[in-house]
């Protein structure tokens, strides 16, 4: 009784942070087990044991063994042939190969190997594209074992509750169908995606930064006098002056020395912002050369994520000042040294002589216009690494080889073969997706072992037991699809997962379609920018407003959740 309520207490505590503050989720699950360990929860061996779960350790290789598989010639050609053709044509074929390459590899490698191709489209604007692109990657991902981070989750979860590990391709009818209803859903919305490549009136929201230099002629007179009022796609939206902030900028609002001018609007108005004497418009202690901007997207594998622009030192690492941000369509606040940079955002830089030669571009950005990051393989080379991951795919589905051993033996492979660099390891290993699946099984294993679990799931069947098990299975789907949006589609299996089990075991039915409920459920992340790794990289690059999730996702998930809540108990009975 006493485990329970500690556990309790954590899993509370976990979940309120998760829910209400920006922490990020690796640090408050591996505090909340390293809190179950010191309260005597779990002993130090079964809370290592944890960190190699097969299931993880599979999860981690695959996420290692794509980037070699980006650089194939498979990517390449793809990209080279979206833009032929009508937008629905090329949406199809987008859609059909985005979801095969998920289903085998990382859907997250496979969005950022896309975003250049897209964004240089001739034919198709970007935000035609782009929502599209990361839509079918989720779908795609959840036709195999492999093609998603939950699957493998759910799997280890599963295997740890003392159940038959999951077949790779258990997942695929269910995932078939969603995919097939998805891509038909997206085919119809297209034309309520805003099309902001094509539309002239279409203002970009980036976030730019003057500052009134001392013996400039803007001092000692009104916004309006100056002139600040007018300007063509760009709107003075703060004032920063020493420790205050104006947020509504009057037209009789005096300009002072030093004050910093905060501006929204359209990146190609930078220019009419240097013909006012002593504004220094470009964010850094160095003036650059405005005329040869560069657009940059920051990628999900930088180390700036967290850190404000000032604390990256930016300029010093990368010889270029950041003179614009932005975010989607949000509004940020505060000047620009001031914002957290987030995986997506778009920044406009003023680059140096040295930047394009600096070796780390790669790793923190997923596009910078006008330059191409992939490195690509020789046709031959490609071909060996493509055969050699399906042949460790084959081995494994025909259960000749383990999945995890062929993976290993694989990358060890390609780094002897110097296909992938150790220096590209380091960066790519998922170290904060380690920490979270394994404190998270910890965590799963405490409450079934403890009751807790099993004490919830009594209490949802008090409230569930007159609908049965479909009616439990339901709620299940539904808490999980409410905590991928809310949260990450990890924590959200995470979460669900020792509930979904404990009710099977409460209803004396098989647990496998609530299993998959969670599975399923946990990759439903459409209606928002937030819940998935490849929304928010597409949500800056699109250009998109948080409607646009909601008005395309919004059906979407209504009727993938149908699909799937259809097809699963068809599959898998209870």
């Known amino acids: 009784m006493v485990e329970q309520l500690v556990l309790t207490g954590i899993m509370l505590t976990l979940v309120g942070c998760l829910f209400g503050t920006r922490i990020n989720p690796a640090w408050l699950f591996v505090s909340a087990i390293g809190t179950s360990y010191l309260t005597g929860l779990i002993d130090l061996e079964n809370m290592l044991v944890n960190y190699a779960n097969p299931s993880l350790i599979t999860l981690v290789l695959l996420v290692l063994v794509s980037t070699a598989i980006e650089k194939t010639t498979l990517i390449q050609k793809l990209s080279q042939s979206l833009s032929k053709g009508s937008l629905v044509k090329s949406v199809t074929k987008l859609g059909l190969s985005t979801a095969f390459l998920s289903s085998f590899t990382n859907n997250t490698a496979v969005v950022a190997s896309l975003i250049t191709a897209i964004k240089d489209n001739p034919n198709h604007s970007p935000s035609k594209l782009l929502l599209p692109l990361s839509y079918t990657a989720i779908l795609g991902g959840t036709i195999t074992l492999i093609g998603t981070s939950t699957n493998l989750i759910v799997n280890g979860f599963a295997v740890d509750a003392g159940m038959a590990p999951l077949g790779f391709f258990d997942f695929t009818l269910v995932g078939i169908g969603a995919l097939s209803v998805g891509l038909i859903t997206i085919l119809v919305m297209l034309k309520y995606l805003p099309d902001n490549g094509k539309s002239d009136q279409e203002v970009i929201p980036f976030y730019l930064e003057g500052k009134v230099q001392s013996g400039s002629k803007l001092i000692g007179r009104t916004v309006e006098e100056n002139g600040l009022r007018d300007l063509k796609d760009l709107f003075l939206a703060e004032i920063i002056r020493g420790d205050e902030r104006i947020y509504a900028v009057t037209p009789q609002q005096i300009i002072r020395q030093n004050d910093v001018l905060l501006f929204v609007g359209d990146i190609k108005s930078v220019p009419l912002l240097t013909r006012f004497d002593g504004l220094k418009v470009v964010h850094d202690n160095h003036q650059k050369d405005i005329e040869h901007l560069v657009e940059v997207?920051?990628?999900?594998?930088?180390?700036?994520?967290?850190?404000?622009?000032?604390?990256?030192?930016?300029?010093?690492?990368?010889?270029?000042?950041?003179?614009?941000?932005?975010?989607?369509?949000?509004?940020?606040?505060?000047?620009?040294?001031?914002?957290?940079?987030?995986?997506?955002?778009?920044?406009?830089?003023?680059?140096?002589?040295?930047?394009?030669?600096?070796?780390?571009?790669?790793?923190?950005?997923?596009?910078?216009?006008?330059?191409?990051?992939?490195?690509?393989?020789?046709?031959?080379?490609?071909?060996?690494?493509?055969?050699?991951?399906?042949?460790?795919?084959?081995?494994?589905?025909?259960s000749v080889v383990p999945l995890v051993k062929g993976l290993l033996v694989l990358l060890i492979g390609l780094m002897l073969s110097g296909t992938i660099k150790l220096n590209e390891v380091k960066r790519r290993f998922p170290l904060e997706l380690l920490v979270v699946v394994g404190s998270a099984i910890g965590l799963a294993k405490l409450m079934i072992g403890t009751g807790l679990a099993g004490q919830i799931s009594s209490a949802l069947f008090m409230v569930l037991g007159d609908f049965g098990p479909y009616g439990a299975f339901i709620a299940i789907f539904l808490m999980t699809v409410l905590f991928t949006e809310l949260i990450t589609n990890n924590a959200a299996a995470a979460l669900s997962f020792p509930v979904a089990y404990s009710l099977a075991v409460g209803f004396n039915v098989d647990p496998l379609p609530f299993i998959m409920a969670v599975a399923f459920g946990a990759s439903a992340s459409f209606i928002s920018p937030f819940g998935y790794q490849t929304n928010l990289m597409v949500y800056s690059a699109g250009n998109y407003r948080l409607k646009d999730y909601i008005v395309m996702g919004l059906p979407l998930s209504i009727i993938y959740s149908i699909t799937v809540l259809t097809l699963i108990p068809l599959v898998f009975p209870f």
């Open 297 to 398: 997207v920051v990628s999900q594998s930088s180390k700036f994520i967290g850190k404000t622009v000032k604390e990256a030192r930016f300029r010093e690492q990368f010889h270029a000042a950041v003179i614009a941000i932005r975010r989607g369509h949000d509004r940020l606040q505060g000047g620009l040294g001031q914002v957290q940079l987030q995986a997506g955002d778009s920044l406009i830089l003023a680059p140096g002589k040295n930047f394009y030669s600096l070796p780390n571009l790669k790793r923190e950005f997923v596009y910078i216009s006008g330059l191409d990051l992939q490195t690509h393989l020789a046709p031959k080379q490609s071909n060996i690494v493509l055969l050699s991951f399906a042949a460790v795919l084959g081995l494994s589905i025909f």
